[in-house]
């Protein structure tokens, strides 16, 4: 894996760039749409690619579950198994057995938890999270690590640090041009992350992600704690904050020098009926639409707004028709990777605070990790 740094922004710490991976290419700041289970709920990997998206992430928890990690190899790997030929990042499921507070036990070896679909007993050791990720044959891994709550205790917070320090210690990057990152944790204390960044750093790991945020903290301490977190972090890796994920949210931290992004927002929220828009924050179940034949957003070029009107969308959710979630998804992810790309024009022509007070007014009021 090989990262590139093209151009800086002035006047903030971002910057533009290029990761190389088995699977070819991909720019950055990049927005990750969530596969999580082998798939980006309701639509295609030929929709996504029409729509620009270059990398896709998939969780180690998940599919070492269903369909089984030992399956997805013998079927020739996760790219050729759900059709996509591009990148692929794989999380490593920390977050989802963190979720599991009442089904799983933590030690320095470790996590025993229960599967949440069968209650069968599973064990995850940072060896068996890699050797997962080896079998689907993603092109980015993520090592086990252990986030902290929000709020925590500073001694709780250590102990989990120290304990992804500690199975970090297992990990080995692999050796066919796929990379490990290193994940940094340590909550909202800046000497903790301050400390495990530099634990890290000692095994020179190609990129680095920005664990345990988006547990619930409010938005302006997501905002900091990512802030000083990626100033520590090595010029020349990519940075990854991992969760985060509204149009504030990216842009935010793009000016504070991070890379890379994941979030289930724009496709959540395209299920439910919520839409970003140029102008702001759509809800077409709303009365309003009902005889509305406007498009969803007359500025974006996506297939939903090019061939169906409001009214009819709001149709489609009123009748529970599938088409509705499928094309309001769709044009989510349409929005968010113009996003990425205006962010990375904003980064040339030196515009990006101008982005920022534009999707302050139009983006949704919230912040912090959707799963």
């Given at each position: 894996m090989k990262f590139e740094i093209h151009a800086r922004d002035t006047n903030t710490r971002a910057r533009t760039g290029t990761v190389h991976t088995p699977h070819g290419s991909y720019n950055t700041p990049i927005f990750m749409p969530v596969g999580t289970k082998a798939a980006v709920k309701t639509l295609a990997p030929d929709d996504l690619k029409a729509a620009g998206v270059e990398i896709l992430l998939g969780n180690t928890y998940h599919l070492s579950l269903r369909p089984s990690d030992e399956s997805i190899e013998?079927?020739?790997?996760?790219?050729k198994f759900m059709a996509w030929d591009r990148p692929i990042l794989t999380d490593s499921g920390g977050y989802q057995v963190f979720s599991l507070a009442k089904l799983r036990k933590i030690s320095d070896e470790g996590v025993e938890f229960r599967s949440h679909l069968d209650g069968a007993k599973v064990f995850f050791s940072p060896e068996r999270v890699l050797e997962i990720q080896r079998r689907l044959g993603s092109d980015i891994w993520m090592p086990l690590d252990e986030p902290s709550p929000y709020p925590c205790e500073k001694s709780d917070a250590e102990k989990a640090a120290q304990r992804t320090k500690?199975?970090?210690?297992?990990c080995r990057q692999p050796e066919d041009g796929r990379g490990l990152f290193g994940i940094v944790q340590g909550s909202i204390y800046s000497d903790l992350r301050k400390q495990c960044v530099?634990?890290?750093?000692?095994?020179?790991p190609p990129g680095f992600s920005i664990g345990g945020l988006s547990m619930g903290e409010p938005a302006e301490i997501l905002h900091e704690v990512t802030d000083?977190?990626?100033a520590m972090l090595p010029e020349s890796k990519p940075r990854y904050l991992m969760g985060a994920g509204t149009p504030v949210?990216?842009?935010r931290a793009v000016m504070s020098g991070v890379d890379m992004f994941d979030c289930i927002i724009p496709t959540r929220f395209g299920r439910t009926g919520w839409a970003f828009t140029s102008v702001g924050m759509v809800k077409i179940r709303n009365k309003m639409h009902e005889f509305d034949e406007t498009p969803l957003d007359p500025s974006c070029s996506c297939p939903c707004c090019t061939q169906f009107s409001?009214?009819?969308?709001?149709?489609?959710?009123?009748?529970?028709?599938?088409?509705?979630?499928?094309?309001?998804?769709?044009?989510?992810?349409?929005?968010?990777m113009e996003l990425m790309r205006r962010i990375r024009r904003g980064i040339t022509d030196g515009t990006l605070e101008e982005l920022l007070k534009e999707v302050e007014v139009t983006g949704p009021p919230l912040a912090g990790r959707q799963e």
């Open positions: 013998k079927l020739g790997g996760l790219h500690t199975w970090w210690d297992r530099e634990q890290m750093a000692e095994n020179d000083l977190t990626a949210d990216i842009v409001r009214a009819y969308l709001r149709h489609c959710f009123q009748m529970n028709e599938i088409i509705g979630l499928r094309m309001i998804t769709l044009h989510n992810v349409y929005y968010y």
